[in-house]
């Protein structure tokens, strides 16, 4: 049984899976002071998994933490998986492979378990993240943007007039405020997408599946003017995968 930790910038996600792989139970916590309750009350309910597997986009002072967690409640500290230069079927494009973040090489393996041909993957949380994939499973390379939520954060942490007054709404073109900001950040991250998403397929050639993924991604299809597949906790897939390759890999070395 394995417990899979995804340590984002914003929330903490967790996958318990059982000896077949499937899963048992999941859940997630933001990061605050009362993250142990958070954590700690769900997991000293769950069998105890046999071996931890982590990814972290954080810093040492919050995997510190969360280490300390696991081993309070399961006796068990995580595996850290860092950035390699391959694994499961995809190359690093990065000149040095670990300045690539975790979150966006395990989403690249979560997508191509799910599609063989090239693809891009748009994660959109508090960053929009943006990388593609050729048919060999080379990474192209990508973009990295603010992502909607931290657009809007910054316009009104920079200005002194723009003031809201109420939640916003997402809308073709707006006559207030709050909807001018939501939808402006919002639209500003579809066209990007869209952007890059033409630029791949003008570079390879061929017709590139679009996937999106990350924890604010579930609004865009309805707006993207092309198809998208909407899998929003790749990361944590993509752990699934490369942590079971991992065991099966060290199961076989020790049987020979």
């Not at 960053?127 to 990295?144: E, K, Q, T, V």
């Not at 061929?206 to 579930?218: H, I, K």
Request: glycine share 8%; net charge negative.
């Amino acid at each position: 049984m394995r417990l899979l930790l995804d340590l984002g910038n914003t929330r903490i996600k967790w996958l318990l899976l059982d000896d077949q792989d499937q899963p048992v139970t999941d859940g997630a916590a933001a990061w605050s002071e009362q993250l142990d309750d958070d954590l700690g009350r769900p997991w000293l309910a769950l069998p105890l998994p046999t071996r931890i597997w982590a990814a972290s986009v954080v810093d040492g002072e919050r995997e510190a933490r969360l280490e300390r967690l696991t081993r309070e409640c399961f006796r068990l500290k995580p595996d850290w998986l860092r950035t390699p230069a391959a694994a499961c079927g995809i190359t690093n494009g990065y000149s040095q492979p670990g300045r690539l973040g975790i979150d966006r090489f395990l989403a690249m393996i979560a997508a191509r378990a799910d599609y063989p041909g090239p693809t891009v993957i748009a994660s959109i949380g508090t960053a929009l993240a943006l990388d593609a994939i050729d048919a060999d499973g080379r990474h192209l390379g990508g973009l990295i943007a603010p992502g909607p939520r931290l657009m809007q954060q910054s316009v009104l942490g920079a200005t002194v007039q723009v003031r809201l007054q109420q939640q916003g709404h997402l809308v073709p073109v707006a006559t207030n405020t709050e909807d001018g900001l939501m939808s402006g950040a919002w639209q500003a991250c579809i066209a990007l997408i869209e952007r890059f998403h033409g630029q791949i397929e003008r570079q390879l050639g061929t017709s590139v599946q679009l996937r999106l993924a990350g924890g604010d991604a579930a609004p865009l299809p309805a707006w993207l003017s092309l198809p998208s597949v909407l899998r929003v906790d790749s990361v944590l897939q993509g752990l699934a995968i490369w942590s079971a390759s991992l065991e099966a890999a060290a199961a076989e070395a020790a049987v020979s």
